[in-house]
């Protein structure tokens, strides 16, 4: 069992930054790829970034690409989303979530275990 708990949301105005974090617990966390998806208000849960095991690989959806960046530090369990130039359309709740591989995350939004979300709103 893995526990994903995610923290660093809020409300911020466009143009401005935030950092996601998720933080992990249980089995070990350098087993996971790991990635990033957001779920806003009326619609489906999308991916948004994911990072291999050792951070290697790391795919973006289109609509946050050259603004999000992903990474993860294995020595703290901990996964990252520094997120610059936000968009009101970046306003969702994120969640972190393990998966086998960053294809299964990227391309079929499948995963093992998923986190219980952080609020992030962007005010124009």
């Known amino acids: 069992q893995v526990q994903l708990v995610e923290s660093g949301g809020g409300l911020v105005q466009a143009g401005g930054s935030l950092r996601l974090s998720c933080a992990a617990s249980?089995?070990?966390?350098?087993?996971?790829?790991m990635g990033w998806f957001r779920q806003a208000p009326g619609k489906e849960r999308e991916f948004v970034a994911a990072?291999?095991?050792?951070?290697?690989?790391?795919p973006y959806a289109d609509s946050v690409k050259d603004r999000f960046t992903i990474s993860r530090d294995n020595g703290k369990n901990t996964m990252y989303l520094q997120m610059n130039n936000l968009k009101p359309e970046d306003t969702a709740i994120y969640y972190c979530?393990?998966?086998?591989?960053?294809?299964?995350?990227?391309?079929?939004?499948?995963?093992?275990?998923w986190g219980q979300g952080t609020q992030v709103t962007v005010s124009s």
């Open positions: 249980g089995r070990i966390f350098s087993n996971y790829a």
């Open positions: 990072i291999s095991r050792k951070g290697g690989t790391s």
């Open positions: 979530a393990a998966g086998s591989t960053t294809a299964a995350l990227s391309t079929r939004n499948e995963a093992t275990y």
